[in-house]
């Protein structure tokens, strides 16, 4: 059957089929309840939309270590708007979350910093998310820094070696500069950056779709790997859904601002219950082989 084809409610309220596929005896490393974000604009850059919608309106989802969710939605939606949110970049308008049992919204200070390690943040763009002066290893070393890691300058030394390893890089290349790199291994870079502080959860917010089309894979397939070997749990933003159907264990459908449907996988590409998802999956191009 084709997805466009495929039978849906006509029912428009949101559908979470919250089931668990993995052992419920995971823990849940990530929770987001009721989340809302207004954006404040002002003068000409005052639209009806910026002022009247929220980005995000009233998001709840939660994760288990070693779990991928995908997000997705079209362009707009409030996926970037929401995966800051969930890293602590930004605060919510209302709601809250909980990184490792612990609310966000009730730390500062270094409990706060302690709270954030666990949770890293992947960019759309390897092109301008990373500071052209910067050595990779002192790109890579600096979240080290930021979060007073207390290890000694040697030991930091080694671990920017072991983390460029363990994401394809040639170690030796850690005094050469971002622009020396090609897309994909700056993407690389991106990610040993994020892996620094050792996270439980780290938020990928659209991280292939910079790349050109035969390195996406590369990196898919490294994201893999890393959550195979270091048990990470991803949140990954993709408007691309014949990548989020290779990477997701659960799949989360936004449209203006709210989740309109949570599943698994199966759930969400074979049974789609919500019309806007149903609407998604018919404008998509092919699954990946
Ligand atoms: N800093 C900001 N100030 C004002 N409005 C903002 C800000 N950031 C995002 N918005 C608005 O919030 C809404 C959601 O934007 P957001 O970037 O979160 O969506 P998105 O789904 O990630 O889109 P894209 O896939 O194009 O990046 C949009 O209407 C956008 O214009």
């Known amino acids: 059957m084709s997805r466009s ?5 006509p029912d428009e309220s949101p559908v979470n089929r ?35 919608t929220p980005a995000v309106d009233g998001v709840s989802l939660r994760l288990r270590q070693g779990e991928t969710l995908g997000l997705v939605g079209e362009s707009g939606c409030g996926k970037s708007s929401l995966a800051r949110l969930l890293t602590a970049v930004d605060r919510p308008t209302s709601g809250h979350v909980e990184v490792l049992g612990r609310r966000l919204d009730q730390l500062d200070g270094r409990a706060l ?31 080290l820094l ?33 622009h020396e790199f090609s897309g994909g291994q700056r993407q690389r870079i991106g990610i040993a950056r994020a892996l620094a502080l050792r996270p439980e959860v780290v938020v990928c917010d659209e991280p292939v779709s910079a790349l050109d089309v035969s390195v996406q894979a590369q990196i898919v397939n490294l994201f893999t790997a890393l959550q195979r070997e270091l048990g990470i749990a991803y949140v990954f933003i993709s408007h691309d859904l014949a990548v989020v159907e290779h990477m997701a264990d659960r799949v989360a459908v936004m449209h203006h601002g709210r989740i309109v449907e949570q599943g698994t996988v199966d759930e969400i590409y074979d049974h789609a219950r919500h019309p806007y998802t149903a609407e998604l999956l018919s404008s998509s191009p092919a699954p990946l082989p």
């Open 18 to 52: 919250d089931g668990d596929p993995l052992s419920s005896a995971r823990p849940l490393v990530l929770e987001a309840s009721d989340l809302v974000k207004r954006h404040r604009s002002s003068g000409f850059l005052r639209s009806r939309a910026s002022s009247d």
């Open 113 to 143: 910093r302690a709270a954030r390690r666990n949770i890293q943040l992947v960019f759309q763009d390897p092109y301008t998310c990373l500071d052209p002066r910067m050595t990779v290893g002192a790109i890579v070393r600096e979240p």
């Open 5 to 9: 084809s495929r039978a849906v409610s």
């Open 146 to 178: 930021i979060h007073r890691d207390p290890a000694p300058r040697r030991d930091r030394r080694r671990r920017v070696a072991e983390l460029l390893e363990l994401v394809g890089l040639n170690p030796d290349h850690a005094d050469r500069r971002p």
